[in-house]
């Protein structure tokens, strides 16, 4: 099974685009994912990189741009506006798709509706796929809602970042197995990061003491990338543990507990390894 593994930028942020993309092909990633800031040199950097690479290392290399907005008080319309001009701007730059931190949780069905009737007209137009990412705050917070949305337009497309949905509901979804398998042909991208009950991210996967909740995240994905390759769906993982404060600190030094590129990286081999192994 061809998988295409791409590299977070989270995290990265003090590194200027061209070394980013350096490590990011020295360390053996098909593409990238990445919010780009609010900084016209280092999206021209990046840019100019991007093709560079794609003519003379990888024609393929693949290019997800995220869309995630600071998180302001304000009505309906403003995000609207908000959204539909950083989207219009992600566009522009000819991302492989745009992963989406669409909608909030406190919005009602029928707002957060015309929020993603916003977004599938700019994906229809530009013919960029746009694919909105399961987590807190969004309206892709909680499963059983979430079912709802799906009701009304099934085939909306989700990245499967599924460590927030057990924050939520304070569980690791055991009694929840039924729902989680409806998402599955909905799901277009992996966000390979292992959560437990309390946080979205545990302190290092490759802990014994997180073994249980490795192998079951693992089961999940191949759950989801069995139904993908039904579907003729492309295969992409970021591996996405993050910076604090995802990542817990040692008191008093703030030293964090584990080292976040290493971790990715390790995560990136590890499913190469233990993806279908037996199967």
Avoid at 89 to 101: A, C, R, Y
Avoid at 170 to 182: A, F, I, M, T
């Amino acid at each position: 099974m061809n998988v295409n593994y791409t590299c977070t930028y989270w995290g990265c942020e003090q590194q200027t685009a061209k070394e980013f993309l350096a490590n990011v092909v020295n360390n053996g990633y098909r593409g990238v994912e990445i919010n780009l800031p609010d900084d016209a040199h280092f999206v021209a950097e990046f840019m100019t990189e991007l093709e560079r690479i794609r003519k003379t290392i990888d024609r393929d290399f693949i290019f997800i741009a995220q869309q995630v907005l600071s998180n302001q008080n304000e009505s309906v319309e403003d995000y609207l506006k908000r959204i539909k001009s950083r989207l219009e701007f992600l566009v522009d730059l000819k991302p492989t798709f745009i992963n989406s931190h669409t909608g909030k949780d406190y919005y009602d069905f029928n707002d957060n509706c015309r929020i993603i009737d916003c977004t599938a007209e700019i994906a229809s137009k530009s013919g960029i796929p746009i694919v909105h990412e399961i987590h807190r705050g969004r309206f892709t917070f909680h499963l059983k809602t979430l079912l709802s949305y799906l009701d009304r337009y099934p085939t909306l497309k989700l990245v499967a970042d599924l460590s927030h949905f057990c924050v939520v509901s304070e569980s690791n979804l055991e009694d929840q197995q039924e729902l989680l398998v409806k998402l599955y042909p909905n799901i277009h991208h992996i966000h390979a990061r292992i959560g437990f009950e309390q946080s979205p991210q545990v302190n290092n996967p490759f802990a014994p003491e997180w073994k249980s909740y490795l192998d079951r995240y693992l089961g999940w994905w191949e759950e989801v990338m069995k139904v993908q390759t039904a579907l003729h769906l492309p295969l992409t993982i970021t591996p996405e543990f993050g910076p604090f404060p995802y990542m817990p600190e040692a008191p008093f030094t703030k030293e964090p507990l584990s080292n976040q590129w290493e971790i990715n990286l390790q995560m990136k081999h590890y499913l190469q390894q233990n993806l279908f192994k037996n199967g």
